[in-house]
Structure formats: C-alpha cells, structure tokens
C-alpha cells in the first residue's frame, strides 16, 4: 500500500495559517515516506463553498509550493456515491428518518456536548415505515446513523489512546440533513476509502469525531487509515487564533512574507526547525520526523503578528 496523505479544506474562506500548518505537516509527513499527497475540496455545504473559494485556496496551496498526485476532488461534485453509500446504510437498517426541527432538538436536548451540539434523544428512531412515510409527505426528513452503546478507540499519532462512547458521548449523528445536503462524516469516510489514504493528518479540533468515522468504516467495510491531530496554533503569548484574525490569512500574510517565510515560521512553530529561517517544502522533507511535534499549543514567532 502507497503511503497517501490528504489535505481536504472547507472552502469557507481564504486559507488561514492553522490550515497552512496541517497542510504542511501532512504534506511533509506523507511526501518523507515517498508517499502520495492528494487534495480535497470539502465544498459539501454548497452555499458556503463557492467555487470561487475552492479556487483560490487551489492558487495558494500551488503559491507555497504544494503539490498533488490527482486533479483535486470536490465534494460538491459526489452526491451520487454519497446517495448510493447512504441506501447501503439504509438497506443495512443502520439508519432512520428524523422529523425533528432545530427547535425540538434543543428542547428535548439531554446534558450538552457544547453550545449548538446536543445529543439526539432517539425521537425518531421508533416510527413504524407507515409513520414515517406520512410524515415526509409534509417535510424532508434528515438521516440519522445508529450508534452503539460501545466505546471505540483508536490511537492517534500525537495524541495517543482516545476513546469513545457514541451513544453515551455522541448520539445518533446525521448523515444527510433535511435540506439535501451530505453530512461532514459520511462525505469524509466515503472519500478517504475511495481515494485510499492511509494517512488522515488534521486539527485537534476534529480528533473528537474520528470514533464516528471509524464507526462507519467498520460498517462499510474501510480500512481505517492512520491518524495524527495536531495541537491548536497559538500566538506568541499562547493566545488561540481567531479566525476572525484577518491578519493570520493568505490576503494579508502574502504582502508582507515570501511563501519559504511562512512555510519556515509554521516549521518552527511545530518543532521541525531550531530557528527561524525560511524553508521551501522540499527543504523540509529530510528534516520532518513526528517526534519532533509536541502536543502543547504550537506558538508562532512575535514577528508573524503584525
Ligand atoms: N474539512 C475539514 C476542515 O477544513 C477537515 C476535514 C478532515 O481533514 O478530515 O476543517
């Protein structure tokens, strides 16, 4: 098996430098191994994509130096295998319709996940066919997935043994909301097992869903590639960027630094480089070892802010 890595940005705006540094670090972590580096477009929210966004992230990767094996994949572009995976589910009794509304949901919402993530309560799950049918005569429903009562695991290259329970930490997850449009975990776990990455490098912020996706590779039949989170990048006093920090995305840092500036910060930052200096990727390649990545905050250098 090819060692292949993946970089798969949501198109919602300009590249931030948190996106740059997973880029980065999958890049260099798959390219080290000889390995394959694929690019995915995860436009699968339509309205917030716009192909306008996808393109421009494509004329920065390709400024910084990036480089891919295949013409990049859109999500946008893959409701058809997302609909055929999804009657599979269905056909296998893995999922159901949910007429819920937003407003039910938080209404009936059991203890908390985070302010907009509630775990559902199951309401659904228990209409005859007949039910069901009656109702979608009225409003699209959404697909939910069954999850079971049962922790899933997995060890994450940084971050080590993680585990989870998906009923009691989790719930029935959607996999198609009511407006058509193909849930983040179904589009995520379907593209990396077609496109055969063996590598999934990304923020921590995503490391508490892996157990979903790992979930639905077992009941698909997926391999389970590797996974590395990597730390939160934080400012030179440990403070979180914001996203709202327009001063940390390509349209401001491409005036004042050259693309082997940005990508010699970010390697600092990470652990791969001792001082400040500016790198290309392929400069990067020999030194890169995960070893040297910490799982603390990664601070950038004072002079990245403004
Ligand atoms: N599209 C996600 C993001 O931009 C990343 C998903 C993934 O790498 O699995 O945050």
Redesign the pocket.
């Known amino acids: 098996m090819i060692p292949t890595g993946r970089f798969?940005?949501?198109p919602s705006g300009r590249l931030h430098l948190g996106?740059i540094l997973c880029a980065m670090l999958a890049y260099l972590s798959a390219r080290s191994k000889g390995g394959r580096f694929l690019l995915r477009i995860?436009d699968v929210d339509v309205p917030r994509c716009p192909r306008r966004l996808a393109q421009q992230c494509i004329d920065d990767l390709t400024w910084l130096g990036f480089t891919w094996d295949e013409e990049p994949l859109y999500q946008s572009d893959r409701g058809n295998v997302y609909a055929a995976i999804l009657d599979r589910l269905a056909e296998d009794g893995h999922t159901y319709p949910c007429f819920c509304t937003r407003a039910q949901l938080m209404s009936l919402a059991a203890p908390n996940l985070g302010d907009t993530q509630v775990i559902y309560q199951r309401t659904c799950a228990a209409l005859t066919p007949e039910e069901a049918a009656e109702r979608a005569l009225t409003r699209p429903p959404a697909t939910r997935l069954r999850v079971p009562d049962e922790d899933i695991s997995f060890t994450d290259g940084l971050f080590g043994l993680q585990s989870e329970n998906l009923a009691r930490d989790c719930g029935d997850f959607i996999l198609r909301r009511s407006d058509g449009l193909y849930g983040y975990q179904l589009a995520?776990v379907v593209d990396d097992a077609t496109s055969c990455v063996t590598e999934?490098v990304?923020?921590r912020d995503?490391l508490s869903a892996t157990p979903r996706q790992l979930y639905l590779q077992r009941l698909l039949g997926y391999p389970t590639p590797e996974y590395v989170h990597i730390p939160l990048l934080v400012d030179a006093q440990g403070r979180r960027l914001a996203k709202r920090d327009k001063d940390l995305d390509l349209t401001a840092l491409a005036q004042r630094f050259t693309p082997a500036e940005i990508l010699g910060m970010l390697a600092f930052s990470a652990g791969l480089l001792d001082d400040v200096r500016p790198m290309t990727l392929e400069q990067l390649i020999p030194l890169f070892d995960w070893r040297k990545v910490k799982t603390d905050d990664l601070r950038l250098p004072a002079r990245i802010m403004k």
Do not use: C, F, K, S
């Open positions: 798969a940005p949501t996106n995860e995520v999934v990304r923020g995503i």
